[in-house]
């Protein structure tokens, strides 16, 4: 199945893939920044599997092949397109042009291969190449496409049995978390390693309607603020909502050097989307060098700064980064000789391994330094699974990634904040760290 009717999908299971916007948006606005900033840039991207001990089977391999190839046949429909200018006004005729007419062409760009053992298991390589502008699509439908496969033919001790009501006592759990912790505001963040399409359909079903139940209770404060999927937003009339991805600030440091490349990003990224406009809220990433360099960056230009009203945390301590942060902004607001509140209108993005109890642990952390917090939660959304066969043993998520690797011939690099997280070339990533500064 090629194409489907816009928005007319269950939660029934489908063919993958099916829609071009069955991703998620950080895709389609770094997409758009792309086109002015990288337009003619050649790009190699690469996948990771950091569990290696989760490997495959060559009839999983196949039906992954066969899906990719037809990522070929995607095409967005004039209904979505529609609904897209609709939901996100801030991106322009050009780039809905753009993306209406792209042709993408998995059998040129993109290179599987399978090597498996003795016992007919084995790993799965991917290697993405070409231009940017379209490469940059690759990412979370392949992801998405590999786990959904791996459960579909690999781990199948699993049922989709109680998974929207589940994600109905998970929407209440967050709205209405044990006093005095504030009530949580947070979205949907789990399409790249998703058990499946149909799972996360249900579970957005869910989530919404716990959230329509906590309303009608009189619930306040708190919110299910959207979904990175932009296929299920537009579906369920909820917002598209996403950051901006370490691809980006990735890319720039490649291209650019990494001293202030922090700096350099968020400029290049006000460039296409400018602060008090009708483009998404300005929320920084902040681990892709480590956050201490990150925080020199921000420093250094005070009124930039201040018009970015979020910072994402996603690796390391996130407690630590919380005290941080407040520090910085307090810092910021004093070298503009402000007389208000550092931290009105500012908030830290949590994205980093969340569940319903760590989410709260961080809210709390939160409102006891004056802190506002939101939350993207991903994979324990869309992929938290008991074994089928034995309910008290959780069936594993996959952990991998799929991560920019060149730029024009330059190597790129992610220092994270969690140790034996880097990724990149070893010997990059020792001229990163000289270049910053950092430890070795």
């Not at 967050?174 to 006093?179: G, R």
């Not at 005290?323 to 949590?350: P, Q």
Request: aromatic share 10%.
């Amino acid at each position: 199945m090629a194409a489907t009717d816009a928005f007319s999908l269950g939660a029934e299971e489908v063919e993958l893939p099916f829609s071009i916007l069955d991703t998620d948006l950080y895709k389609l606005t770094m997409q758009n920044a792309v086109l002015k900033h990288f337009y003619d840039s050649q790009v190699i991207i690469r996948f990771t599997n950091r569990a290696p001990q989760m490997r495959f089977t060559r009839e999983c391999f196949d039906w992954i092949q066969a899906a990719v190839n037809r990522l070929g046949e995607l095409r967005l429909k004039p209904e979505e397109r529609k609904r897209l200018h609709e939901a996100c006004p801030y991106f322009p005729d050009s780039y809905l042009d753009f993306l209406t007419n792209i042709r993408l062409t998995p059998k040129e760009q993109v290179r599987l291969t399978f090597n498996a053992g003795e016992d007919g298991l084995g790993e799965i390589a991917c290697e993405i190449e070409g231009p940017w502008r379209e490469t940059i699509l690759y990412e979370v439908p392949i992801m998405s496409i590999i786990s959904e496969s791996y459960f579909k033919f690999v781990d199948t001790d699993w049922s989709i049995d109680g998974q929207y009501e589940l994600a109905k006592q998970k929407a209440h759990a967050l709205l209405s978390p044990p006093a005095p912790v504030k009530s949580l505001i947070f979205s949907e963040f789990g399409t790249r390693r998703r058990r499946s399409f149909a799972v996360h359909d249900l579970v957005m079903r869910g989530l919404i309607a716990g959230h329509e139940e906590w309303k009608a209770a009189g619930g306040q404060g708190g919110s299910l603020t959207g979904t990175s999927n932009v296929y299920l937003a537009l579906k369920y009339g909820v917002k598209p909502s996403g950051t901006i991805a370490h691809e980006w600030i990735m890319a720039i440091g490649a291209t650019y050097g990494y001293t202030g490349a922090n700096g350099r990003a968020m400029d290049m990224w006000e460039e296409i989307y400018p602060a008090n406009s009708n483009g998404p809220p300005l929320i920084m990433l902040t681990d892709t060098y480590t956050a201490s360099v990150f925080f020199k960056d921000f420093l250094s230009d005070p009124a930039r700064a201040l018009r970015w009203s979020a910072l994402r945390q996603d690796s390391g301590d996130p407690f630590t980064f919380v005290t941080e942060a407040k520090e910085v902004w307090e810092e910021v607001a004093k070298l503009v000789g402000s007389s208000g509140d550092a931290l009105a209108g500012k908030r830290i993005v949590f994205s980093d391994s969340l569940d319903v109890k760590r989410a709260i642990d961080l809210q709390r952390g939160c409102d006891e330094i004056g802190m506002g917090a939101a939350f993207g939660i991903g994979t324990f959304f869309t992929n938290d699974f008991k074994k089928k066969s034995s309910p008290s043993e959780q069936s594993k998520a996959l952990n991998m990634v799929i991560k920019l690797n060149v730029i024009d011939g330059k190597d790129c690099v992610k220092l994270s904040d969690d140790k034996g997280k880097h990724t990149g070339k070893a010997e990059e990533v020792v001229r990163a760290k000289e270049e910053l500064g950092l430890e070795l």
